[in-house]
């Protein structure tokens, strides 16, 4: 994957800070080498001049070597655990050219100590750098998941924009190879005949004699590997750590593998049947980048939003379904990861799209309204899986955190191509009427007409659903909140509105509340 995601994860002789190469290493040693002389020379001060015994002596050595676990690198901890033993040795030289001094004794001793303080800074500070290799795991791991999550909106975004089949293709190849990090992506289609693969989308688009170009057919019968994945509809891999024998390669499997050394080769599956097979090439070695079960997955998800696409663009139908498909998919993988709000966001984008044509809002309007209610919650991908199945109420830091989830998601839906309406109502979908609320401290009609309305919707979704921390609230006592917070943390005419979709005439929100809101 990329480079920069795994350029944490250093060897201990590294250290975690990356300290020890070349001149930032030099300077790091004088540094250690000064301060820890330093440090061991006032204790040798304070330990004469005071006449402490013998044990608060030897305590003064683990100053330096604790103080160096924790706010330097391995290596850096260690050359000062070393420098510590050495100062020790130099201090107690002396012992050994006292008359009638029991040498095996004085031996022993020093050479008991001095173990002891190497083994505690080598101890300490691994263990230290234990601590920040998970916690680096950890922020990778969420860096990776969100890019991911990024990646998939954009794709399928993309995509969709278009109804003609060349463009989503060559899209698609794009997105794969970037994704990937691969030397190449090939999207052939078969033909009207389906005995042939015309090539159709390449990335990099490059003229090189070993590559067939963009418009090429081959017979399918000289590409057997490429015949499995349309009969099988599976994924193939062909090279890397299999070796086949060159007698066993058409000349055609060998031009369309050139210098390449492996591929995987997904089939483009639509409405059950295979219409093509994305090829995708890596010239490296298997060992430098192996086409790896997480590639594999990734390659695997972007061909399926792929393959729906092309299915549109060979019918002409809408390809809004496949942006839906893959926000709902997204907000599936969101709630799952809080088994307690399992298909919270599907009713949410429900509640907000009958709020919305209650309010006799357009169909662009109201189409808007459910993918804002769908995503509304991706923020909370980056929001630790402790603090979400938390079977208690959050404490003031946890909720701080949580907090941070409506910014977060409008965060990762930025570089995506939706309307702007959608990634307010994400933002803000927790403001409050009255000003009250976060993470803009909006009020009135400041607040995106979306935000307000899944801001009601969200609520009513929250209240009637169990929580690991409390009991749904029923129909009534749900109802009755919304009409108590009306005004102050939800617009009247919203919660109004609502009422009625619920099919709650009778129930009315106090009409100055209305007037106000309405002015």
């Known amino acids: 994957m990329n480079e920069a995601v795994f350029s944490l994860a250093r060897t201990p002789a590294e250290g975690v800070t990356g300290a020890g190469k070349g001149k930032n290493s030099w300077h790091t040693s004088v540094l250690t080498i000064i301060l820890t002389l330093g440090t061991l020379g006032i204790i040798q001060v304070l330990l004469v001049r005071t006449h402490l015994p013998r044990e608060i002596y030897y305590l003064g050595y683990f100053i330096p070597i604790g103080i160096a676990a924790m706010h330097l690198s391995w290596r850096s901890a260690v050359e000062v655990s070393v420098l510590s033993v050495i100062v020790y040795l130099v201090a107690v030289g002396p012992s050994f050219v006292v008359p009638g001094a029991d040498m095996t004794e004085l031996v022993t001793e020093a050479v008991g100590h001095a173990a002891l303080f190497l083994a505690a800074g080598i101890g300490l500070s691994t263990y230290h750098y234990k601590i920040n290799e998970e916690r680096n795991k950890a922020l990778n791991a969420e860096k990776e998941r969100t890019q991911r999550l990024q990646l998939m909106l954009a794709v399928s975004t993309t995509v969709s924009s278009s109804l003609k089949l060349d463009q989503v293709l060559q899209e698609l190849a794009v997105r794969i190879a970037e994704a990937t990090e691969a030397t190449f992506c090939r999207i052939s289609l078969l033909d009207e005949t389906r005995d042939h693969l015309r ?212 965060k990762i839906l930025e570089p995506v191509k939706i309307s702007s309406a959608i990634k307010a109502a994400v933002r803000h979908h927790h403001e409050r009427y009255d000003g009250k609320g976060y993470p803009g401290g909006l009020s009135g009609e400041a607040i995106p007409p979306g935000a307000r309305t899944l801001a009601v919707a969200d609520a009513y979704e929250a209240m009637t659903a169990d929580r690991p921390y409390r009991k749904a609230l029923n129909d009534e006592q749900a109802v009755e909140e919304l009409k108590r917070c009306s005004g102050t943390q939800f617009d009247p005419l919203v919660v109004q509105a609502f009422l009625k979709a619920l099919g709650r005439v009778s129930t009315r929100i106090p009409e100055a509340d209305i007037e106000a809101a309405a002015v």
């Open 199 to 410: 090539v159709v989308a390449a990335y990099p688009v490059r003229e090189m004699d070993w590559e067939p170009s963009i418009g090429r057919a081959l017979s399918l019968e000289d590409l057997p590997d490429h015949k499995k994945a349309i009969d099988t509809r599976e994924a193939v891999i062909v090279g890397g750590r299999r070796r086949v024998p060159e007698r066993d390669i058409s000349d055609q499997q060998r031009r369309m593998m050139g210098e390449a050394s492996s591929l995987l080769l997904y089939p483009l599956v639509v409405d059950g049947k295979a219409v093509g097979v994305v090829c995708i090439g890596e010239q490296r070695k298997w060992e430098r980048s192996p086409l790896n079960p997480e590639k594999t997955a990734i390659c695997q998800t972007i061909v399926n939003h792929g393959a729906k696409a092309v299915a549109h663009a060979f019918t002409h139908e809408a390809l809004e379904e496949t942006f839906l498909g893959t926000i709902r998919s997204l907000a599936e993988a969101i709630d799952a990861k809080d088994p307690s709000t399992r298909g919270h966001s599907d009713w949410v984008a429900k509640y907000a799209v009958m709020i919305s044509r209650q309010l006799e809002l357009s169909e662009k309007e109201v189409e808007m309204i459910r993918f804002a209610g769908y995503l509304h919650d991706v923020g909370k991908i980056g929001i630790s899986d402790r603090i979400l199945g938390k079977p208690s109420q959050l404490d003031p830091d946890q909720w701080k955190m949580m907090k941070k989830h409506a910014s977060l998601g409008a």
